[in-house]
């Protein structure tokens, strides 16, 4: 079965810091992960995605994430927090058997502080 | 811009009433997908389409139902409406479903209230 878990629900970091949004997953086989995210009444926008190429996939805005396959893991960073980022960011995974299906993470919302 | 389209933006109607969400996918892309996004239940998959065909169900109640047309634009009818039912409805398109590298493009929603 293909799940994926948002360890945290909110995360709050100061201007200028490094963000670490965690996600967890779980497939059968090798998995294709998203992320997304969503600023406030504003529809889900692709921020970046995995697809068994390169383990470290860099996205919009300076965000970069980590495939590891040994933790079953593929956390979201950045380096340097904008206010901009305020904003619920989704983990996906995809299960691939004929029809995709699409497993969201429960979200989790960025707090950024000036 | 997705490239996905919702209308309308905005719907306000009263409890029992039918309404109907309309979701035209991006060029090219043969599925869709329906989302519901509430406070307290969160983004909740609904029903996705393929080519017409219906090929995945969700969390969706037997009030709603939806369907894709010829020209691969897809419709959500809500009936009986409950106060419950207000949430953000989201549309997103991809292009297949036979690979992993698929990717959803999400419309910017419509916001419906029931009063």
């Known amino acids: 079965a293909q799940s994926v878990t948002q360890l945290d629900s909110h995360v709050s970091v100061s201007e200028g810091t490094p963000v670490l949004l965690r996600c967890n997953y779980s497939s059968s086989y090798s998995p294709s992960l998203f992320w997304y995210v969503q600023h406030p009444n504003k529809g889900l926008q692709l921020l970046l995605k995995y697809t068994s190429a390169a383990t470290l996939v860099k996205g919009i805005n300076g965000f970069e994430a980590e495939f590891k396959k040994s933790e079953t893991s593929f956390h979201l960073t950045k380096p340097s927090a904008h206010m901009s980022d305020a904003a619920e960011y989704f983990c996906v995974v995809i299960r691939v058997t004929g029809v995709n299906q699409f497993y969201f993470g429960t979200g989790t919302s960025l707090t950024v502080i000036p | 811009d997705s490239g996905v389209t919702q209308t309308p933006k905005h719907l306000i109607t009263a409890t029992g009433q039918r309404v109907t969400l309309r979701c035209s996918p991006r060029s090219g892309d043969l599925s869709v997908y329906w989302y519901q996004q509430s406070l307290d239940q969160g983004l909740q998959f609904l029903i996705q389409?393929?080519?017409?065909?219906?090929?995945a169900k969700g969390n969706i109640l037997e009030r709603f139902s939806a369907q894709q047309f010829p020209d691969l634009h897809s419709e959500l009818n809500l009936s009986s409406l409950e106060l419950g039912d207000s949430a953000l409805y989201f549309c997103a398109s991809s292009v297949t479903i036979q690979r992993g590298t698929d990717t959803q493009y999400f419309g910017p929603g419509t916001r419906l209230t029931v009063l």
């Open positions: 389409y393929y080519n017409g065909e219906e090929r």
